[in-house]
């Protein structure tokens, strides 16, 4: 069995359909749409919360087979969840965040994503980092929680 080609997608957990989105990435290697529809909402209905986007390397084969590895949803998205937002601003503006976060919040996202195969030999501070940076650019401000004064 030879390799034709990797591809990465983004589709929501557990509510894949054979339709465009997939069909166009798909439908050249040659893979079964339906078949890897099926497989993969079986795999990530337990993962993941229902229509969650996350990432998916799927490699096909000459024979016209398949295998496919997921990985966990996109850091903005985890980020957007937390902060309780439902979009990121058109233009940040650091003295008008959008949204905070704590830094439990960004620790528990930063191990979320040290579970895909490319982080797990990564420093957790150094994908915490990362993350920080991420909700920066979106306008979401990292601070400790603070109670309300009355």
């Known amino acids: 069995m030879s390799v034709v080609k990797t591809i990465r ?3 929501a957990a557990g509510a894949a ?3 465009p989105a997939i069909g166009q990435a798909l439908g050249p290697l040659g893979v079964n749409m339906a078949e890897f529809c099926k497989q993969f909402n079986e795999r990530t209905t337990d993962m ?4 969650t986007p996350v990432g998916v390397s799927l490699t096909a084969m000459a024979d016209r087979s398949f295998s496919f590895v997921v990985r966990s949803p996109p850091t903005t998205h985890l980020i957007k969840l937390a902060a309780g937002i439902q979009k990121g601003p058109t233009s940040p503006n650091p ?3 959008v949204g905070f976060i704590t830094p439990e919040m960004v620790y528990e996202i930063a191990k979320v994503k040290q579970k895909d ?3 797990w030999h990564l420093p957790l501070e150094g994908i915490a980092r990362s993350v920080i940076g991420t909700a920066k650019s979106m306008g979401v401000q990292v601070r400790e929680a603070q109670e309300d004064d009355k």
Do not use: C, F, I, S
């Not at 993941?48 to 229509?51: Q, W």
């Open 117 to 119: 195969d490319m982080r």
């Open 48 to 51: 993941y919360e229902k229509e």
């Open 17 to 19: 359909k054979p339709g």
């Open 9 to 11: 997608l983004r589709v």
């Open 95 to 97: 003295d008008r965040p």
